[in-house]
């Protein structure tokens, strides 16, 4: 369809397709890794205001997000078989409008933080250069997948600042919590299209850790598992904590076997299972914090 007789709510829908509307897992994603530190930090009750101020936010930023990354892959994305019927790629929106639409929906989560502390405010001109730069990183280095858990796992440190007026140990090991879990989901990702990738000259960690990703996948979730069990052990949370930790661990070996022989597909399914992780652990929390009350 041509750009020039489009109507506003064909334009519309194409803006939606854009930001990815219509596949929310990236914003599930996201999501998990604010919400533990919304119900950590404020013991269960988080405040009404910072919870619809970082809900908000998630939406708006992986949004954002995902305009500023295919105008960053508007010279690829056309060549990539899991890509190459999105908007920008198929010419249906310009690049100044993707533009456009990151800065829009970037200014509207700014304005949201402001309604937050001076502390959180500062933390989240960190969080715009992160969402910002991360679509280039993969020109350049073969960790792009690290960029993007430090952009994920960026609001964490923010709602801790935003609930509690500060940043304290627990907010930075949740922080790299993550990191590692968004570089084990992103490399399962990342799979999915290595072969394109690898014709292209596009980087990742799928590439880099090649025939060992599956072991470093496994190691990551691992780890991540371990940080989740020494934060129960430390602030000595309750039973139904550390059952949703071991239900997340099965969703973590239930991708491995997912990914055993590589399938694109299954890859894919392996990342998507991901959701299902962060869920666990979410449920974990908030039944602890409903069992001691």
């Given at each position: 369809?041509s750009?020039?007789?489009m109507?506003?709510?064909q334009?519309?829908v194409?803006?939606?397709l854009?930001?990815?509307?219509?596949?929310?897992?990236?914003?599930?994603?996201?999501?998990w890794?604010?919400?533990w530190?919304?119900?950590?930090?404020?013991e269960?009750?988080?405040?009404?205001l910072?919870l619809?101020?970082?809900i908000?936010?998630?939406?708006?930023?992986r949004?954002?997000?995902?305009?500023i990354?295919d105008f960053?892959?508007?010279?690829?994305?056309?060549?990539?078989?899991r890509?190459?019927l999105?908007p920008l790629a198929?010419?249906?929106?310009?690049h100044k409008?993707a533009?456009m639409?990151?800065?829009?929906l970037?200014l509207?989560?700014f304005?949201?933080?402001?309604?937050?502390n001076?502390?959180?405010i500062?933390?989240?001109?960190g969080?715009?250069?992160?969402?910002a730069s991360y679509?280039f990183?993969?020109?350049?280095?073969?960790l792009p997948?690290?960029v993007l858990g430090?952009?994920?796992g960026?609001g964490?440190?923010?709602?801790?600042?935003a609930?509690?007026?500060?940043?304290?140990?627990?907010?930075w090991i949740?922080?790299?919590l993550t990191?590692l879990w968004?570089v084990?989901?992103?490399t399962?990702?990342a799979?999915?299209?290595r072969d394109?990738?690898?014709?292209i000259?596009?980087k990742?960690?799928a590439i880099?850790?090649?025939r060992?990703?599956?072991l470093?996948i496994g190691?990551?979730?691992?780890?991540?598992?371990l940080?989740?069990l020494?934060?129960?052990?430390?602030y000595q949370?309750?039973?139904?904590?550390?059952?949703g930790?071991?239900?997340?661990?099965g969703?973590?070996?239930y991708?491995?076997?997912?990914i055993r022989?590589r399938?694109?597909s299954?890859?894919?399914k392996a990342?998507l299972n991901n959701n299902?992780?962060?869920?666990?652990?979410f449920?974990?929390?908030?039944s602890?914090?409903?069992w001691?009350?």
């Amino acid at each position: 369809m041509s750009q020039a007789v489009m109507t506003l709510s064909q334009r519309l829908v194409q803006y939606g397709l854009l930001v990815r509307l219509n596949k929310p897992i990236g914003i599930l994603l996201l999501l998990w890794p604010t919400l533990w530190a919304l119900w950590l930090s404020s013991e269960g009750q988080p405040d009404p205001l910072v919870l619809f101020v970082f809900i908000s936010g998630v939406v708006l930023m992986r949004s954002a997000g995902c305009a500023i990354n295919d105008f960053a892959d508007r010279d690829f994305d056309a060549h990539v078989k899991r890509t190459q019927l999105r908007p920008l790629a198929q010419g249906r929106i310009s690049h100044k409008e993707a533009v456009m639409v990151f800065v829009v929906l970037s200014l509207i989560a700014f304005v949201l933080v402001c309604l937050m502390n001076a502390l959180t405010i500062a933390l989240s001109f960190g969080g715009a250069v992160l969402a910002a730069s991360y679509p280039f990183m993969k020109r350049y280095t073969h960790l792009p997948q690290m960029v993007l858990g430090v952009a994920f796992g960026w609001g964490v440190p923010m709602v801790y600042a935003a609930q509690t007026g500060s940043v304290p140990i627990i907010a930075w090991i949740l922080f790299a919590l993550t990191v590692l879990w968004t570089v084990a989901y992103d490399t399962q990702y990342a799979m999915v299209d290595r072969d394109d990738d690898v014709k292209i000259g596009i980087k990742s960690t799928a590439i880099l850790f090649d025939r060992y990703d599956r072991l470093i996948i496994g190691l990551l979730h691992f780890s991540v598992i371990l940080g989740f069990l020494l934060i129960g052990w430390r602030y000595q949370l309750s039973m139904p904590y550390f059952i949703g930790v071991i239900v997340a661990t099965g969703f973590a070996i239930y991708q491995q076997f997912l990914i055993r022989h590589r399938q694109p597909s299954s890859c894919f399914k392996a990342f998507l299972n991901n959701n299902w992780f962060g869920l666990a652990i979410f449920a974990g929390i908030v039944s602890h914090y409903l069992w001691i009350a």
